[in-house]
């Protein structure tokens, strides 16, 4: 789970980057996650919102799976 569903996602467009697209959408959110790296701030935001959210490996290491060409803290399927 996590990169799979994730990959999944990315192919049929169901995915937000970043933690402002989480904050402005959180009833259309099915998953979210975020790197084990992400700063303390990230995580208060969701938590401050009801956002549950799994933690994955580093932002490099996502970014690097998902063959992405940034890194990104917060990653969401909708």
């Given at each position: 789970?996590?990169?799979?569903?994730?990959?999944?996602?990315?192919?049929?467009?169901?995915?937000?980057?970043?933690?402002?697209?989480?904050?402005?959408?959180p009833?259309?959110?099915?998953s979210?996650?975020?790197?084990?790296?992400?700063?303390?701030?990230?995580?208060?935001?969701?938590?401050?919102?009801?956002?549950?959210?799994?933690?994955?490996?580093?932002?490099?290491?996502?970014?690097?799976?998902?063959?992405?060409?940034?890194?990104?803290?917060?990653?969401?399927?909708?």
């Amino acid at each position: 789970m996590g990169i799979k569903e994730i990959k999944e996602a990315m192919e049929k467009g169901k995915v937000y980057f970043g933690i402002r697209q989480a904050l402005k959408n959180p009833k259309k959110l099915k998953s979210v996650f975020i790197a084990k790296d992400a700063r303390d701030l990230v995580v208060e935001k969701l938590e401050g919102v009801g956002i549950e959210f799994v933690v994955l490996k580093s932002k490099a290491d996502i970014a690097k799976e998902l063959n992405l060409d940034f890194e990104c803290e917060v990653i969401s399927i909708i």
